[in-house]
């Protein structure tokens, strides 16, 4: 099955610059839902120190090779920053490692995720450059709002704009004059609690605030739910799990694995709908 898109693999960034948004879990059951639509999906991990991605992978073909199971596999590749030269040269190496990894694998599959470090790095910036859908998980916190613009104390209303965004502003004016490419932003509210609070609804209105400033899409993303952060070790999703003799679905179940159709849906993937529409 392929995309829509012309001159090959549709690609996904999901980035950040901060640790603990649940970037890695949300790219994973982004990259198996896919792979259970029926689309070939690569994915290039950035961070080579953590690998939380690829050791993600890495535990998923462990754990299916032991118990016999038939789990669908992306194209796993790390790339890491080059170490020789000068600053100059270490950055034009890995803009060409990146840019070389991304033509070889452009037209082999219908989806290329980029998963990147929770910091600012020269590769992520370029990751970010080559991006088709933009997503970036922010808990529902002030802390990871921050991120994204400066808020003031006493009203909540957005002062400034962060680092980060000026980034993705300036990664859209690249695109935008290398090949006339647009980046959809997708910003996904990770780890929120079914409880509501005051600091839940501020949370919210900064973010709705910030989609019209900013021209981000702000979305749903996962919820805190215990069931994400087991199934790490065993490589596996809630994409995976079916309601048999030895999986039994509990409603944390049920709620997560709706959660995930819906930020598939709300992601508006070239192809999506229609693969979805295909196997109902």
Sequence with gaps: MKTTKNNGAHIIV????????????SAMHIVVSLLERGFTVAIID???RQKSLARYIENRQ????????????????????????SAAEMEQKDEENLS?????????????????????????????MSADTLITPVNDSF????????????????EK????????WEARKKRAL?????????????????????????VHEVLNQLQKRVAFRYVPGLGERVIYRELFPKGLTLVDFRDSGNQKMTMSHVAA???????MDDLKLAGWHKAAAAAE
């Design 257 to 263: 694995r709706q959660e995930i159709r819906r930020l």
């Design 100 to 128: 070389t990894l991304i033509g070889n694998l452009q037209n082999e599959y219908d989806y290329i995720l980029i998963d990147c470090p929770g910091s600012d790095t020269f590769l992520s910036r370029v990751a970010h």
């Design 161 to 168: 704009l962060s680092l980060y965004s000026e980034m993705v």
């Design 62 to 85: 462990d754990y299916a090779a032991e118990h016999g199971l038939k789990l669908t596999m992306p194209d796993a590749h790390v790339l890491p920053r080059s170490e020789e030269g």
């Design 178 to 202: 290398k090949d006339r490419g647009t980046i959809d932003w997708v910003v996904m509210r990770n780890r929120t609690s079914a409880l509501d609070a005051k600091n839940k609804r501020r």
């Design 143 to 158: 802390v990871d709002v921050d991120l994204l613009a400066k808020v003031n104390p006493d009203t909540y209303q957005v």
């Design 46 to 48: 950035l961070d080579a």
């Design 14 to 25: 999901v980035g950040n610059e901060k640790g603990g948004s649940g970037k890695s879990t």
